[in-house]
């Protein structure tokens, strides 16, 4: 079974530049999440999708972070424009459902902002 | 607020003896948890979780026990492993949140041989 995939893995931009990242969740898994995982912190959520509809989006800047998951599968994270606090790990996840307690992990999209 | 705490930073553990590793919490709402370990480059990936009815899971090497009275949970790794060095985060969830996951800082396991 092919597990949660992302692109790109590395990616470095100046402040105040757009990003982008892509995830595409497990096959069959209705839910899905994008966390920030800061240096020495653990993952943060930004936002919480089941099928194309977000369920918690409280914690994301809107100000600056969008996501959306057209289709109920794929789903992209833009940062515009980006800060130097910005600099992260972006992690894709994915359940089967709103009601699974176990989430499948992607391999992270690593943001450097200069 | 950091709902889920882990104090411990890092830990070293000599192989074939038992790692433990401690993890706080501070909602009485959290009605699942879990613990994933990260190595570097890597996301993270599960490993053991429990329900809050239960007090005690445990899979091959790894015992997570729930305290709830004192908000605290601890997983067991025994025997330690030269291959169980990694990042291990305890994470909690409730249902009303749609299980959204929130994590501990980590705490960093080496095992040495």
């Known amino acids: 079974e092919a597990g949660v995939a992302q692109s790109p893995r590395y990616k470095i931009i100046e402040k105040r530049q757009s990003v982008a990242f892509w995830c595409n969740p497990i096959?069959?898994?209705?839910?899905l999440y994008w966390y920030q995982q800061i240096l020495g912190q653990g993952p943060k959520l930004l936002i919480q999708?089941?099928?194309?509809?977000?369920?918690?989006d409280s914690q994301l800047p809107k100000d600056r972070f969008s996501a959306e998951r057209l289709k109920g599968v794929d789903s992209t994270l833009k940062i515009q424009p980006a800060k130097l606090e910005d600099s992260a790990v972006y992690l894709c996840?994915?359940?089967?459902?709103?009601?699974?307690?176990?989430?499948?992990f992607g391999q992270g999209t690593r943001l450097t902002v200069v | 607020d950091q709902q889920v705490k882990q104090n411990s930073p890092s830990l070293s553990v000599q192989e074939g003896r038992i790692s433990i590793l401690n993890c706080d919490y501070t909602?009485?709402?959290?009605?699942?948890f879990l613990w994933y370990k990260k190595y570097p480059a890597e996301g993270p990936t599960f490993l053991i979780s429990?329900?809050?009815?239960?007090d005690k899971n445990e899979d091959g090497r790894f015992t997570v026990f729930l305290n709830k009275s004192a908000k605290h949970l601890s997983l067991h790794i025994v025997p330690s492993q030269p291959g169980d060095s990694a990042v291990y985060f305890c994470?909690?969830?409730?249902?009303?949140?749609?299980?959204?996951?929130?994590f501990g800082k980590g705490t960093s396991l080496l095992v040495t041989p």
């Open positions: 909602n009485s709402m959290f009605d699942y």
């Open positions: 429990i329900s809050s009815i239960k």
């Open positions: 994470a909690a969830s409730e249902a009303d949140s749609g299980y959204a996951l929130n």
């Open positions: 999708f089941q099928n194309n509809g977000v369920v918690d």
């Open positions: 996840a994915s359940s089967l459902g709103i009601d699974t307690t176990e989430a499948f």
């Open positions: 096959s069959g898994h209705a839910t």
